[in-house]
T-cell receptor, first 115, second 108 residues
């Protein structure tokens, strides 16, 4: 199994500012995934981040709003830019398992509130 | 990815078996059925997966119908700590796509 940590665990930010969320994994992984979970909703995939290449964004998410860095095989950051109250969500990073295919491990999430 | 349908919520008495249904009538032959759960304020947690056969692990059992169009997750002796949102996913690749899930409330 993979152990994933995220920083910060929660934050309250003012609209118009940006927040960078860090995701650290205890093993090397090729792919990392970023999800958003709006209040009372299910998880929505934001993007897939592969080390050494540009992140692939899902429909409705753009790089200018959610820039992602993937400097090595154990770390990634997601920035939420020019925030508005609609960005208030839990942001989770996830990695595929090393065992059977298609298992995923999730970090504890970053709870963001934008005022 | 298969479209899955789950009841929005269910209640279960503590100590009793919780049976959570999922319809995945569009699932294709190479797509697995996965179950994850999300306890409040935590990241989703893998429970079990299966392709054709019924599966059991230390957490739960998964019963898949012969035509693979539906499945049931069974928590044999539900406890208060099993209160969570349970997601059924029919998929053959990553990253996983989550539906709305079933909110299970275990009642003392």
């Amino acid at each position: 199994s993979a152990v994933i940590s995220q920083k910060p665990s929660r934050d309250i930010c003012q609209r118009g500012t940006s927040l960078t969320i860090q995701c650290q994994v205890d093993s090397q992984v090729t792919m990392m995934f970023w999800y958003r979970q709006q209040p009372g909703q299910s998880l929505t995939l934001i993007a897939t981040a592969n080390q050494g290449s540009e992140a692939t964004y899902e429909s409705g998410f753009v790089i200018d709003k959610f820039p992602i860095s993937r400097p090595n095989l154990t770390f990634s950051t997601l920035t939420v830019s020019n925030m508005s109250p609609e960005d208030s969500s839990i942001y989770l990073c996830s990695v595929p398992g090393q065992g059977f295919v298609y298992e995923q491990y999730f970090g504890p999430g970053t709870r963001l509130t934008v005022t | 990815d298969a479209k899955t349908t789950q009841p929005p919520s269910m209640d279960c008495a503590e100590g009793r078996a919780a049976n959570l249904p999922c319809n995945h009538s569009t699932i294709s032959g190479n797509e697995y059925v996965y179950w994850y759960r999300q306890i409040h304020s935590q990241g989703p947690q893998y429970i079990i997966h299966g392709l054709k056969n019924n599966e059991t692990n230390e957490m739960a059992s998964l019963i898949i119908t012969e035509d693979r169009k539906s499945s049931t997750l069974i928590l044999p002796h539900a406890t208060l700590r099993d209160t969570a949102v349970y997601y059924c996913i029919g998929q053959g690749n990553t990253p996983l796509v989550f539906g709305k899930g079933t909110r299970l409330s275990v009642i003392a």
